[in-house]
């Protein structure tokens, strides 16, 4: 059914007569007449009684009832579509690993939807072989997540390398101290993310270089955004990004380790075909690009060392 009939059939019926409606929408008076014919018969219903005046028959009346509805919601979708075209409004299915995902994402997403206040989000967390799983199956847009697997149908844009910290407990004999190395940490109990874990992957790394075997048996823990809490209960310490440890919470302590490495990379994931992404979607990968530029880092690694961490 074309929008155009239902407006034509809403004019006459606003303007009493076929030669006012005419006159109105800037036909003639027999495309008028040929309008309506052609909507009664879509419809299967006759819609008008001719005659001197015209009246409208149950079905017209029916139909003039939901017919203004209908005209809204075009129009609402009309004023939509403008708004998704000009990268204005949408959905944008956001992914992201930990601790971005409770650390980062909400900040982004706070300034995103200050400049754009029609978008709406859904975020998704998984590790980063899942969002990458979830970009191949049209599951989500984008991801803020650690390099993944070279795939030939994604791009990985890097932001930045994490930065390790060492988490103690406050009554721990290292939260005094000044200078701390890896190899200070030999006898120490550990807690780790699980395996395929890419900040487990590169403590493990450091530790075998600079440690060798531990001398303890070890804790894993799933969530990386929980370890702090494991710390508190005095089950362990442990090697983890900043982001996710800082602000350090009640009963631990937050320390620099003088031969640490970087940590992995952190970056934005995307189809590599950027047709099959939403105007949004990309202006959301622009805008946490700006966000994280090296000036933006910069200031965030000043804020953390006047914080003391």
Known sequence: ???????????????????????????SQPTITIQIKKLEEELGVKLFERGKTITLTTAGR???????????????????????????????????SEPSAS???????????KLKAKVQAKVTIGTTKELAGMLLEDRIDLALCN?????????????????????VPDDHPLAARDDIRLRDLQDEKFLFTPGSCAFRIRIEEMITKHIGKLRQSSIEVAGITA???????????????????????PGTVVKDVADLSDGPSLGILTRRSASSTSRISL????????MYAPRGLAQADGQAQAAGI
Do not use: C, W
């Open 283 to 290: 202006e959301l990968v622009e805008e946490i690009k700006r």
């Open 1 to 27: 059914m074309e929008i155009r009939l239902i407006k034509t059939f809403q004019t006459i019926v606003k303007l009493g007569n076929f030669q006012r409606a005419a006159e109105a929408l800037q036909y």
């Open 227 to 249: 370890i702090k809490y494991f710390v508190q209960s005095k089950l362990g310490i442990a090697l983890a990004p900043v982001v996710a440890v800082t602000p350090p919470i």
């Open 147 to 167: 390099q993944p697997e070279p795939h030939l149908e994604l791009e990985f844009h890097p932001l930045m390398n994490e930065t390790f910290k060492l988490i």
């Open 62 to 96: 029916l139909f003039h009832e939901r017919a203004d509805s209908l005209l809204r919601e075009y129009d609402d979708l009309n004023v939509a579509l403008g708004d998704y075209i000009k990268g204005e409004a949408g959905l944008v299915r956001f992914g992201a």
């Open 103 to 113: 650390n980062r994402v909400p900040e982004i997403l706070a300034a995103f939807t």
